[in-house]
């Protein structure tokens, strides 16, 4: 398999006030191009910032992070935005929709930012929004707008698509039916898919699992069985 993500020795700390913040502390992990990683982990245990140094949204204070061959620890703002822009997709718990522009128009805007982006039409329909597509945010239940917030992501034909706690504001049935677009996308446009959650259910259905605590990945196990969001409690 090849390498899509590689950190050594990463490091993360904010002065907070006199204090200062250890929120990852020295980790070292590989990911690899088309896997479903699940990184788990209570509350305030740097998981958010893992994802935020894998998104290229904050630099680290020490250590290394490269993307294929660009390193991303040292990089500037033009290339971090480059980056940001070409190679991730994001999905947020709060699904972050212009809430003036309709489905379909918030989706379409993310597609402006690829080079390479995918037809706003069949995202839509795969992710079963296709009959909303001229409906505003407003207009949409939770479920609905997580779905369009993944759309969004998707239609950019990112090369890792990062969630943070993608099915934490949702009712189970509504967060199964993300779990199982997420695995949807993995598995029929082979991409990486990160999720960063506290819900120990939702490890069954990735690659491997990275669990992380106090800012250490305390261990990384691979799933001999992986299963399929509908076969598990979460």
Not at 180 to 206: D, P, S
Request: net charge negative.
């Amino acid at each position: 398999m090849t390498k899509i993500l590689s950190a050594k020795k990463l490091s993360k700390s904010y002065q907070m006030g006199e204090v200062k913040v250890e929120a990852l502390k020295e980790i070292d992990f590989d990911i690899y191009d088309g896997e479903f990683v699940v990184v788990l982990g209570p509350s305030g245990s740097g998981k958010s910032t893992m994802l935020n140094m894998i998104g290229g949204m904050d630099k680290a204070s020490g250590g290394t992070i490269f993307y294929k061959e660009q390193a991303l620890h040292d990089a500037n703002d033009a290339i971090l935005t480059k980056y940001r822009r070409e190679a991730i997709g994001f999905v947020f718990q709060f699904y972050n929709l212009i809430p003036n522009l309709t489905a379909l128009e918030n989706v379409k805007l993310a597609t402006e930012l690829s080079k390479n982006p995918l037809d706003v039409n069949k995202v839509l329909e795969d992710v079963d929004l296709l009959d909303r597509a001229n409906h505003f945010p407003s207009q949409l239940s939770g479920g609905q707008q997580q779905r369009v917030a993944i759309a969004r992501a998707i239609a950019k034909n990112p090369d890792i698509l990062l969630c943070d706690e993608p099915t934490g504001a949702l009712d189970f049935s509504t967060g199964l039916s993300v779990l199982q677009l997420l695995k949807k996308f993995n598995k029929e446009y082979n991409k990486t898919v990160v999720i960063i959650t506290h819900n120990a259910g939702i490890g069954k259905i990735g690659d491997r699992v990275f669990y992380i605590k106090d800012g250490y990945i305390e261990k990384v196990v691979e799933n001999k069985t992986v299963l399929e969001p509908e076969e598990v409690s979460w």
